[in-house]
Nanobody, 115 residues
């Protein structure tokens, strides 16, 4: 399985951005997906997760601002980010967790929020 993230860029505070992650292979629809981020000097943290059944989960830091969704026909998971803040600046990574609990990671896409 290979994951290709895209859609990062520079946005002003208060703006919106959508990042995408396309998975190769045939296991996407039965896998749980997640978006993580890692800011310089900080640990990688979960920002959104969606199960194979469509249930979602967010930490309080992004709840109400970020929305994760998936399109199984396109093997793609999305992260819609609204009301962006400078502290959202990070490299965003997608993760696929297969039904047999193996994790796969994408290469990351940089999101920079200017104040």
């Amino acid at each position: 399985v290979q994951l290709q993230a895209s859609g990062g860029g520079l946005v002003q505070a208060g703006g919106s951005l959508r990042v995408s992650c396309v998975a190769s292979g045939t296991i996407f629809s039965t896998s749980d997906m997640g978006w993580y981020r890692q800011a310089p000097g900080k640990q990688r943290e979960l920002v959104a997760a969606i199960t194979s059944g469509g249930s979602t989960n967010y930490p309080d830091s992004v709840k109400g601002r970020f929305t994760i969704s998936r399109d199984n026909a396109k093997n793609t998971v999305y992260l819609q980010m609204n009301s962006l803040k400078p502290e959202d600046t990070a490299v965003y990574y997608c993760r696929l967790r297969s039904s047999y609990s193996r994790n796969y990671w994408g290469q990351g896409t940089l999101v920079t929020v200017s104040s």
